[in-house]
């Protein structure tokens, strides 16, 4: 089956620091890719969508300057946290979609920031 | 505009008993759902989905759910819970027309000996 893959899978940061997530599809080209946050015992929240070599798409509310998000590739794309602050503490998860029929999106394991 | 609602943010059943997570959404357009599973500390793994097809959808580890249109439902549902089915799970429904999925709050799973 379709495999995603994140990088790393927690960090820890002081406060006004830059953290980068990686992730990536690992056997299947992935021309669209997702970003939910988590908070603790809540649902996923769609930060924005990203299309292989184009701008990504934010969902309202998300500030698209704080949380910088790259798709170079087929099967990479990345989520940079500037400047990060405590209140930016949570559990990131990408998704990816292929070329495969029905909206069907493979989720990455997740990535726990903490931001001291 | 797609919304998913699930009733119940807890479920407690007992080993071998009958599992049903609930969930009702709103979709302007024919909605494609999902409900995926969730351990702690991990991703999304998808137990099954309905795309416009057979209304009664059969997924892994012995789940399944019924697209009920009249009643704007995609309950889940498992004979007899496990142990291990116990987690979190996430009803979501995306539109045909567009890639986001809409999750609903989840319910927690929890299975007693």
């Known amino acids: 089956g379709a495999v995603v893959s994140q990088h790393p899978s927690w960090v820890i940061c002081k406060s006004g620091t830059s953290v980068k997530i990686e992730c990536r599809s690992l056997d299947f080209q992935a021309t669209t890719m997702f970003w939910y946050r988590q908070f603790p015992k809540q649902s996923l929240m769609l930060m924005a969508t990203?299309?292989?070599?184009?701008?990504?798409?934010?969902e309202q509310g998300v500030e698209k300057d704080k949380f910088l998000i790259n798709h170079a590739s087929l099967t990479l794309s990345t989520l940079t946290v500037t400047s990060a602050h405590p209140e930016d503490s949570s559990f990131y998860i990408c998704?990816?979609?292929?070329?495969?029929?029905?909206?069907?999106?493979?989720f990455g394991p997740g990535t726990r920031l903490t931001v001291l | 505009a797609q919304s998913v609602t699930q009733l119940g943010s807890h479920v407690s059943v007992s080993e071998g008993a009958l599992v049903l997570l609930r969930c009702n959404y709103s979709?302007?357009?024919?909605?494609?759902l999902f409900w995926y599973v969730q351990y702690p500390n991990q991703g999304l793994q998808l137990l099954l989905k309905?795309?416009?097809?057979?209304?009664l959808v059969k997924g892994i580890n012995g789940f399944e759910a019924e697209f009920k249109k009249s009643e704007t439902s995609f309950h889940l549902t498992k004979p007899s819970a496990h142990m291990s089915d116990a987690a979190e799970y996430f009803c979501?429904?995306?539109?045909?027309?567009?890639?986001?999925?809409?999750f609903g709050t989840g319910t927690r799973l929890q299975v007693f000996p």
């Open positions: 990203s299309n292989e070599g184009s701008k990504a798409t934010y």
């Open positions: 998704s990816a979609r292929g070329l495969a029929a029905y909206n069907e999106q493979f």
């Open positions: 309905y795309t416009s097809a057979a209304t």
């Open positions: 979501a429904v995306s539109a045909g027309n567009t890639d986001k999925l809409i």
């Open positions: 979709s302007s357009v024919p909605p494609y």
